[in-house]
């Protein structure tokens, strides 16, 4: 819907109206582009083996952004009043 009324791609929309403004310097929708050196893999425990089930080079499973999941961040850019105190 927001894609559809702003005519934008919903990554791009949140970012300039949302992640830009509260300051979140370090805030997308895709490992790809942000950091992937600094993201950790995700590890899946099949027959009593630990193996990697994802690592962030891997390609998106959705060719889009969702709006369910997937922001990439950093604690830094979170905004202060949503940060545990």
């Given at each position: 819907?927001?894609?559809?009324?702003?005519?934008?791609?919903?990554?791009?929309?949140?970012?300039?109206?949302?992640?830009?403004?509260?300051?979140?310097?370090?805030?997308?929708?895709?490992?790809?582009?942000?950091?992937?050196?600094?993201?950790?893999?995700?590890y899946?425990?099949?027959d009593?083996?630990?193996?990697?089930?994802?690592?962030?080079?891997?390609?998106?499973?959705?060719?889009?952004?969702?709006?369910?999941?997937?922001?990439?961040?950093?604690?830094?850019?979170?905004?202060?009043?949503?940060?545990?105190?």
């Open positions: 819907m927001i894609e559809v009324v702003s005519r934008e791609p919903l990554e791009q929309y949140l970012t300039k109206r949302l992640y830009q403004p509260l300051g979140m310097k370090e805030t997308c929708h895709q490992i790809a582009k942000f950091a992937p050196e600094r993201t950790s893999l995700v899946r425990r099949r009593r083996k630990w193996t990697v089930g994802w690592k962030p080079t891997d390609p998106p499973k959705w060719p889009f952004v969702r709006g369910s999941g997937g922001m990439v961040t950093t604690a830094r850019s979170m905004p202060s009043s949503a940060r545990c105190t």
